[in-house]
Each structure stands twice: as C-alpha cells, then as structure tokens.
C-alpha cells in the first residue's frame, strides 16, 4: 500500500493538489488515511476537542472536554448532539430559485417546482448546505456516522 | 454434473445457495493454488470481450455506437451471472444478466429451444436493458454439445419507431408509444440473423441503418468472444473453466466487502435527487430518496422507500434499468479497479419497492426517460462520496453529476429519406466538481465513461439539422468553492428541403443536478425554438448569424438577432412537433453540481473562468463575490476581501433560526399551502410509504393522520 506526506494530504484537504498528483491518490490508496486526515484538520483548527470524524467541508464531529459528542464548525461554533441533524442549528435561508443574485431568471427553477435553501453557520456565515426542494421539504439529514464501539 | 440440465433448476439452486451462505462459490482453490494463472486467464477473458467491442465500434454505422462507444460486451455463466464486461455502457453490467435468467426462468430451455447459434433479441426493458433504445444481443454457447455459458452485447439504438422521433420522447404515455419491442425473441440461427428480422425493423422504425448496422456489429463481436472463449475452454478443460470463472464472482464479492471495510465510514447517509412530470395535467415533482447504510462488516444496504408510484408518464424506469444504473453508480465512484461483474452486485443489499417509479409492475407503462431511476443514482454517488470524505479519500469526493438531456428530430432528409434519431452529444455533459478542482466542461457522463460529443458533421449526417452554434454554456454549472463543469449549447437550423418534426428530453423546470456541502445546484435546463425566422434576409443581407447564447439567459444573443415565433420551455421537455425549413432550435445538455461554498472559491479561478467565458461578470461579482478589472479581468484583492465579507454579513442578516423557520413553514404544510407540483407529490408519497410519512409527520410535528 502507498504513503503519502502530510504536505500532499495537506495540499489535497486544500484543493492545491494538482490533478496528477490526485491521479495518483485514486490509483493507490493509503490505509491510514483517516488518521492522518485527522491529525492534518486537528492542526487546522482553533480549538481543542478531538475530531472524532470529518463530516464534511467546515463541520466535524467532535468529542468535547465534557464527555459529549457534538458537531463543531471549524469556527468553533457547536451545533448540538452528532446523532441531531446539525441543520436544526443552523440559520436557514429559503431563496427564491430566480432572485437574480445567484440565478437569473429561467437559469433557476421555477419556484412552483422548487426553492433554494440555504444553511449557514450562525458563527461565521460559511454556506454548509443548499438544498434544491419543493416547497415544504423535510430537511435531508446526510450523515449519521456509526461511531458506537 | 450435466451442464445441460434443467436450467431453471440450476438458477434456484444457485439462488439458494447464495442465500444461505452469502458465498457465490465455496472456496477460492484454483485461485490459491495458482494466483498468477487465474490472473492470466481473467485477461485473456478480458482480452475477448474488449477486442470484440473495438472490432464491432468499427463496424456499426451508428454515431452513437461509433462516435460515443454506446456499446458493451459480457461473458456470462450458463445461469447467467456476468463473469468480465468490456469497456463501455456500465449500466449494463447486470441488465444482460436479468435477460440471460429471465429467459431461463420462462423455460426458453424446453419452449423456444436453445442451441449453437441462436441469437436472441431483448429490448424490452422489464426484462433487460434501460430502455427500447437499449438493444441486447445474446448467444449461449456449446463445448461437445455442453452449455458453457452465455455471450452479450449491447447498443444504444437512436430510433425505435415511437411515436415521437428518436426513441426518447417526453410525451409517452404508454409502452406502445416507445416503438417496437422485441422481447427476448430469437432472431437468429446457425450463426445468421433471420432476414425477416431484418425487414421487421425496415418496415417499423424511420432510420433502420443504426438498428441494422449494431445488430451486424454484436453479432460479430458475439462470435468473436465466443471463439475466443472456446478455445480457452480447450486449454482448461470444462469443468476447471466452469470452476475458475465462479471463483472470478466469488472474488468480487469478496473485494467489493473488503473495499467498503477498508474506505467507506461507516454509517447511515442520505441523499435525495429531483426528476418531475411535465405531462398536461400530471405535473408533479419525483424524488428518488436514497438511503445507503454502510456496515462495519463491509456490507451495503441501499433503501428507495419513499419513491413516487409509477404512473402512466415516461420518466421513470424499470428494476432492471435502476438496478444498472445502481451498479453504474458504484461501479464508476467504488469498484472501478476491481473486475467488472455480479459479484459487486451480489454484494449489495437493495430495497426498491414494487409499484413505484423505479419498478413499475405495469409491463404497459412507458420507462422511456428514467426519471428517479436516473436521479437516484446521482443520490447514491452522493452518499458515496460523503462516505469517502468521512474516511479522508477526498480524491473521490465529487457533487452530483448532469442530467443528461438533448434533442431528437425526424422527417424526411434532403434525398426523401425518412429518418431519425438522437443527437447524442449529450454524452459530453458538465461534469459535477469535485472536492480538489471544478468539473469538466463538455466532458462527462455518468452512464458513458468516454464522455465524447461526437462531430457535428458526423450527426448532420444522421440528423440533418446544422450546426450554427455548439459551445460550452456559461453559467451552467453549479456554482461553488469548486464549480460544476458546463455542458454544451447547441443551436440547430433547419435547412432547406427538409421536413423535421424536432423535439427534446431534459428536466421539469427545476435545478437539473445538486450541489453538495454549500455548492449549489446546476442551473436549469431550457429549450428555445423559433419559427418563421428571418434567416433568409440575415443571409442575403450578408448579416453575421448568431454565434452564442451571450450573457443573458432571458434574451440569448439568436434571440436578439433573429426575428423569429419564439417559443420557450422552461426545462427541456419539449415534445417533438414540425419546425420548417428556416427554424431554429436550441438545447443544452446537462450540467455538474458545484461544490462548497463559493465565496471560498480561488478569485484567480474567478477571473479564469470570466476571460474565457465560462462565467460572466455577473456571477463573479454576485455569486463569488469577486471584484474584477473591466478589463483586463485582474483579481482587486481588497475589494473582493471586503465584497465577500459583506456577503456573509448579508447571510447572517437575512439567515433565521432553523426551529423559527420550522414553525413558519409548519402552518403552511398544515394549511396544504404547497404548489402544485410539490402538493402532487407529497398527495402520492404520504399514501403509498408509511416510512416517508413516518418522517414527514415528525419533522414537521404533524397530526398522526395528516395527509395532503
């Protein structure tokens, strides 16, 4: 199995890897690679609780000095119990699907079919999610990561 | 053991087995014993079916088949599990197989007769395949009077004879609008397609050249795997033939466990994608609802409860059609560098209930478009793809790629010609963006890993419309930290001489693919045709014609510039109807989901994309909160430092709690405040799936009998 440095996984996390470079991570995988990724996002934060998982651009899911288990923005903002939708703590912006700021007219959806909404972090604005729905949607919860031993 | 014997028999046993012991064969001895000679032989098998798809791409006539390689070959067990697959249309790895068991399991053996020779024909798709354009060609084989085995191949076929032009249309309503469909019949014998085969499809469909010209290329290639094959058997002998190709399925299924195991998280992922119906009177929205549950133990179990019902509409597909572009799915973003057969699928747990759009149990109904069948793989990548983030692989992260689309057109050409087809440059979509750079533009599908557009030229041979525009569409991937790729633009004219009715497949008016972790969406899908157009007198005047769409999606440049009876549909399903000579007709194909949020996207990227012209000025400043030299496109640092920290404030100024915004819309799904489209689907998903219900009524906190 391959090796790879932390500067190429770092370059990677980052999108500065270039594409051969990435070929070549597609081709051989390396097998620790999670605990590497951890250590690299563990760095790239503020804040001390320990990632437990990576749950997706800016949100882990973290253990806390208290014994809890919470997602956490890179910011440092908590959004709440890992095995809750993070979403329920977010702020949500339901956008007409042609505003005009980001699709002009029929490039959008017409809003009888669907909407857009937004979810932000209350901390630092960071756009987490955008969901193309119709109108009175469930918000989708994307991941329960299995961490039970 | 007789290789002939009831074949039916055989196939239950085998199901049998598998399911009391999860094991497709019992032991891995020939590949223990001798590693490298089972290695050796899988590439001589490989060899056979690869070689005989290069050989067939140059004997089809058919651009889709030549130009895009909308063709594949399989090596299958007697009771019909793939074994090795060619390069090619993926979604097939296990369509031939449904039609390989489903002729065993209706006694094809004792009724129809199987023997050395014969050639079967299946593109009903309940049994096989995707769709009627999906045309299968199979052939057992014999070793000293045994049954050895089954060969496939598969062609997408650009005209079936339906009701509309090009096999693909959005009006259908029934199977008998999608053309002629053969199921499962022999059309062959003693090594030779029937001539009166030969005239059925002469006399049914308006471009026969394509159907006849594939037919000749899979039957070629057909014979040449099986030659292949046979002498190979020589060499081993049967019995350690039949023994090492089990163990090629034992031993995928065993690296397609340890690969989940070793690089998917394990967990429970969701993930829902968005087709809809545009029929008069049947507009509703579809959702293909994906829950994927990767277990520690390696195991995948893959849930669509909560698809819509299946209806008398196209856009939806078969079991075996779903199941294809499932395997696709996994197959392309997973298990590419494992071998390509059933033992991924034997992996895989999947629940997909009867009666919905992903498996109709109404052979009469229409499964030309797909639908949620389309949709929900895109759902399923998803859910990959945020598995493989959670492990650390971002190297195979990636938002949801094009919905496909693109044009179909029939008449009478310039020689009195009937004929049709599909312009297939739709398998150079916008590819979605990925977690390390954007998508690519003109360059992708997911069902077709050549992603190839083909020559105008070539498709104004088959389909004589012109070419006045084909270009990358700006502002058509979603937009993000890292942006979907954009499809193509096209704009057609009509020439002279010619009568065309011309039509489209896309999307309802809706987002056409997501975008994931703060990316959005891909835009919309359109279509604009314009009639009794002034070209003659651009022409004679010596004016320039349109060359591009321009900046403004509400008035595209050949709208400014040709005076035409402009007529828009909004998403690209345009039923095909008489454009005469002088027309114009513009459609794009589908473009990538974008990826993060873009106001983290690399300004340099920014000004990249506004000088070549994939993105315009309006996107950056609004979108990516970029500020741009007018003219020499240089990044303003500061001024896109403040611009974008403005922007954020915007989003926490107008963002409101998630439970305030819960409470609001809560009054609106108890007054039934929804749109149409939305209101018709909840109406049908609420009745048929307590599971979705179940979390509908507790999301919104809703009386236990609350329907819509």
């Known amino acids: ?95 007409a699907p042609q505003d005009g700021e980001i699709f002009l007219g029929t490039r959008g959806a017409d809003p009888e079919w669907q909407v857009l909404r937004e979810f932000y972090c209350p901390g630092c604005a960071v756009q987490l999610d955008v969901e193309p729905v119709p109108v009175g949607y469930p918000f989708t919860f994307n991941f329960l990561p299995d961490l039970d031993d | 053991m007789s290789a002939n014997r009831d074949l039916r028999t055989r196939l239950a046993e085998q199901d049998r087995r598998f399911q009391e012991t999860g094991c497709y064969e019992a032991d891995l001895r020939v590949k223990e014993g001798d590693p490298i000679g089972f290695e050796v032989l899988f590439t001589k098998l490989l060899q056979a079916v690869t070689n005989a798809r290069e050989v067939a791409l140059s004997i089809s006539a058919s651009p889709a088949t030549r130009e895009q390689g909308e063709i594949i070959f399989g090596l299958y067990t007697p009771e019909g599990d793939s074994i090795c697959l060619s390069t090619g249309l993926m979604i097939h790895v296990h369509t031939m197989s449904r039609a390989i068991k489903w002729m065993i399991e209706n006694c094809y053996q004792t009724t129809v007769g199987l023997n050395e020779g014969d050639y079967f024909f299946n593109n009903d798709s309940f049994i096989g395949g995707g769709h009627p354009s999906d045309q299968m060609l199979i052939t057992p084989f014999y070793v000293d009077g045994q049954l050895e085995g089954w060969v496939g191949g598969l062609t997408h076929v650009t005209e079936t004879g339906a009701v509309e032009p090009g096999a693909m249309g959005s009006s259908f309503t029934s199977r008998f609008a999608e053309g002629l469909i053969l199921p499962c019949l022999k059309v062959g014998e003693h090594d030779e397609l029937r001539r009166d085969f030969d005239i059925l499809v002469e006399r049914s469909v308006r471009s026969p050249i394509p159907w006849l010209a594939d037919n000749r290329a899979k039957l070629t290639g057909l014979r040449m795997i099986r030659e292949a094959v046979r002498q190979l058997i020589k060499q081993t002998g049967p019995e350690a033939y039949q023994k090492v190709t089990r163990e090629y399925i034992e031993d995928t299924l065993q690296a397609t466990r340890e690969k989940i195991r070793r690089f998917l998280f394990p967990g429970r992922y969701r993930e829902v994608a968005w087709r809809g119906v545009t029929l008069p009177g049947q507009e509703s929205l579809l959702q293909a609802p994906c829950d994927l549950v990767v277990g520690r133990d390696g195991s995948l179990r893959i849930d669509f409860d909560g698809l819509p019902s299946a209806r008398r509409q ?34 895989v747990k999947l629940n997909v209930p009867k009666g919905t759009a992903c498996n109709p149990d109404n052979i009469l109904l229409p499964t030309t478009l797909w639908g949620p069948a389309y949709g929900g793989m895109m759902a399923l990548a998803q859910c990959v793809a945020r598995a493989y983030f959670a492990k650390g692989y971002r190297e195979e992260v990636h938002a949801s ?201 690399d300004p340099a990227l920014v000004a990249r994309d ?63 405040d929804f749109p149409r489209p939305a209101s018709a689907l909840y109406r049908d998903v609420l009745a048929i799936s307590p599971k979705f219900a179940g979390e509908f009524r507790t999301f919104w906190n809703l009386p236990e009998d609350y329907t819509v």
């Open chain 2, 314 to 347: 196209p856009f939806q597909g078969t079991l075996p059609l779903f199941e294809g572009m499932l395997f696709n799915g996994l197959i392309q973003n997973v298990f590419y560098d494992l071998r390509y057969n059933d033992g991924t699928f034997l992996a």
């Open chain 1, 1 to 95: 199995m391959a090796e790879y440095s932390d500067a190429t996984l770092r370059d990677l996390i980052t999108g500065h890897l270039p594409l051969d470079e990435v070929q070549r991570l597609q081709r051989d995988k390396d097998l620790d690679r999670m605990e590497r990724v951890l250590k690299i996002e563990q760095a790239r934060v503020s804040w001390s609780d320990r990632i437990l998982v990576c749950l997706q651009e800016h949100l882990y899911v973290v253990a806390t000095a208290g014994g809890q288990r919470v997602v956490k923005c890179s910011c440092g903002q908590e959004f709440g119990d890992y095995r809750t939708n993070w979403k329920e703590a977010a702020l949500v912006y339901e956008r």
């Open chain 2, 610 to 672: 506004v000088e070549n012209g994939t993105t315009t000025k309006r996107a950056a400043r609004d979108v990516y909160g970029v500020v741009l030299d007018e003219i020499s496109f240089a990044v303003d640092a500061v001024g896109t430092d403040q611009r974008r920290a403005s922007k954020r404030r915007e989003r926490l100024a107008r963002g409101i709690p998630a439970s305030v915004y819960k409470g609001r819309m809560r009054e609106r799904v108890l007054a039934h």
């Open chain 2, 401 to 601: 790629g094009p919905l496909t689309s693109g044009n179909l057109a029939g008449g009478t050409d310039q020689y009195g010609r009937p004929f049709g087809g599909q312009c297939f440059e739709f398998a150079s979509s916008g590819m979605y963006a990925t977690a390390f750079m954007d998508g690519l533009d003109t360059a992708f599908s997911d069902f077709n890993a050549e992603g190839d557009m083909g020559d105008a030229e070539v498709w104004e041979q088959q389909m004589p419309q012109i070419f006045l525009v084909r270009e990358i569409r700006k502002d058509g991937g979603g937009f993000g930290k890292f942006r979907g790729g954009s499809g193509i633009h096209s704009l057609y004219m009509v020439p002279n001489g010619i009568d065309m009715d011309m039509g489209a497949f896309g999307s309802p008016p809706i987002f056409s693919t997501a975008g994931v972790m703060g990316g959005y969406p891909a835009a919309a899908l359109r279509v604009w045709a314009g009639r009794n157009t002034n070209l003659r007198d651009i022409i004679a005047r010596g004016e320039p014609l349109p060359s591009t769409e321009g900046d403004d999606p509400l008035q595209p440049e050949f709208v400014r510039m040709v005076k035409a009876d402009w007529e828009f549909a909004h998403g690209q399903n345009y039923p095909a109807r008489a454009l005469p000579p002088g027309s114009l007709f513009s459609v794009v194909s589908g473009d990538g989901g974008g990826y993060g949020d873009p106001l983290e996207r």
